[in-house]
């Protein structure tokens, strides 16, 4: 199971920083990415990084603003998101990605943490 943490409710233009821990899977096996779901809508691609963190990859909505990041040796994944901005509020979730598309999640889906962003 993949735990994600570090949500919570932030003025636009603050910051937040996302953490992704593995409980019975391993986070260093894997590429692995980001997605976030609001109501009403399918979850979407945020952001990806390749098994030893030599390529990313970010939606066009957040390139420039947010960054992925993993450590392999404390098997954990991290999402820093600045300047945040009204709709980038969601329920984020990590998961791990397929070899072969950095945008294609694999496996079952966490709780997800939640991002607001308002004034």
Known sequence: QLVESGG?????????RL???????????????????TPG??????????LGGGRTDYAEAVKGRFAISRDNDKNTLTLQMNSLKPEDTAVYYCNHLAAYD??????????????????
């Open 8 to 16: 919570g409710s932030v003025q636009p233009g603050g910051s937040l």
């Open 102 to 119: 950095l945008r294609t999640p694999l496996g079952s889906w966490g709780q997800g943490t939640q991002v607001t962003v308002s004034s």
């Open 19 to 37: 953490s992704c821990a593995a409980s019975g899977r391993t986070i260093s096996s894997r590429p692995m990415g980001w997605f976030r779901q």
């Open 41 to 50: 809508k399918e979850r979407e691609f945020v952001a990806a990084i390749s």
